[in-house]
């Protein structure tokens, strides 16, 4: 398996994990910061902006699994995605809390 499968899938996993708290926030109904917000990644964005963004990282997760020949049988392909995933998922989780005052 080439060495670009792997990383392809670690991307994967980080825009799955990326996906989640704006498909939540925007489904609740809930602002939440995005790239499209004013400042940028700090400024509180509406809901359907935050569906709209959660959808567009989903379509991107989507695009690199597939060409990576993800499969949750391969197991270091699906290790690659998960550390991607609980990467990502944790450094959001840290990002978040200071600018999130609920």
Not at 3 to 14: H, K, R, S
């Amino acid at each position: 398996m080439p060495w670009y499968d792997y990383l392809l899938c670690f991307f994967g996993g980080v825009f799955t994990a990326n996906f989640v708290p704006h498909f939540v926030r925007g489904i609740t109904g809930t602002p939440f910061p995005t790239p499209f917000a004013k400042p940028p990644g700090r400024g509180m964005s509406p809901p359907t902006l935050n569906i709209l963004w959660a959808l567009a990282n989903l379509i991107v997760a989507y695009l690199l699994f597939l060409d990576s020949g993800f499969s949750l049988f391969d197991w270091p392909l699906a290790l690659a995605a998960f550390i991607g995933f609980a990467l990502a998922a944790t450094m959001l989780s840290r990002a978040f809390v200071h600018k999130l005052g609920d």
